[in-house]
Nanobody, 120 residues
Framework: QVRLVESGGGLVQAGGSLRLSCAAS????????MGWFRQAPGKEREFVSA???????YYADSVKGRFTISRDNAKNTVYLQMNNLKPEDTAVYYC??????????????WGQGTQVTVSS
């Protein structure tokens, strides 16, 4: 069974940084587009960032210039470097994998999520 496991969440003050990791197993990692979504309390799950298997990237307007997505195919891992965090970034962050591009609209597998809390 395919598994996506997130890690790296935590509590940070506004202006700080975190790096999220997502380790994939039982998945042909290099064939998949990988990405991140988030869901804040009382809100819908929203797209954050994606990186295609051809290394094309996309970011939501709210995180452009602050977040960077990357992947290491040898480690079957995708990362999200989050800098200059804001309180409105507080959410559960979910790793996602999909065969179709744009991944924003096509997700085949989800991780369980990792909590990111940004204090003001």
């Amino acid at each position: 069974q395919v598994r996506l496991v997130e890690s790296g969440g935590g509590l940070v003050q506004a202006g700080g940084s975190l790096r999220l990791s997502c380790a994939a197993s039982r998945l042909t990692f290099s064939n998949y587009n990988m990405g991140w979504f988030r869901q804040a309390p009382g809100k819908e799950r929203e797209f954050v960032s994606a990186l295609s298997w051809k290394d094309n990237s996309y970011y939501a307007d709210s995180v452009k210039g602050r977040f960077t997505i990357s992947r290491d195919n040898a480690k079957n891992t995708v990362y999200l470097q989050m800098n200059n965090l804001k309180p409105e970034d507080t959410a559960v962050y979910y790793c996602a994998a999909g065969l179709m591009w744009p991944m924003k609209n096509n997700v085949d597998y989800w991780g369980q999520g990792t909590q990111v809390t940004v204090s003001s």
